[in-house]
């Protein structure tokens, strides 16, 4: 490749189109990621909120005092999300997964758009060429 100063206009567009390609594709590819593991990832998002119910659910129980505290817990965590629509947890999995190739995406986005950025900068921003 040339160095980037020497570069055309239209080297320039190939190469944004190369970096915004890449991004794009590792946020697909996060994505299904992300989808193929909805269950485990929307358990670690449901613990916090099962766990607020459950301390909610017992203070206000009227459960007799012999019944155990796990066979309360087991009561209250199976209640998981109500469905209003009939696509509702499709589209929850869909747009979880997104998020999730988002946010696992970013550091690449960052690099990429960083990368795009460096030569325009010269040696102003040296000090950060060390980190990518």
């Known amino acids: 490749m040339k160095d980037r100063s020497e570069m055309t206009f239209f080297e320039h567009i190939s190469e944004l189109r190369n970096r915004i390609l890449r991004i794009f594709v590792s946020l697909i590819l996060f994505s299904v990621i992300g989808f193929y593991f909805h269950k485990p990832i929307l358990d670690i998002i449901i ?9 909610d659910e017992l203070s206000e129980s009227e459960y007799d005092r012999d019944d155990s505290l796990e066979n309360i817990k087991e009561e209250f965590i199976e209640s998981r999300f109500q469905q209003t629509k009939l696509a509702e947890f499709f589209i929850l999995c869909l747009s979880m997964s997104i998020f999730f190739g988002f946010i696992v995406t970013m550091p690449i986005l960052l690099y990429e758009i960083f990368m795009f950025l460096l030569p325009a900068f010269k040696k102003k921003i040296f000090f950060l060429k060390v980190f990518f």
């Open 47 to 55: 613990k916090p909120i099962s766990s607020i119910v459950i301390s």
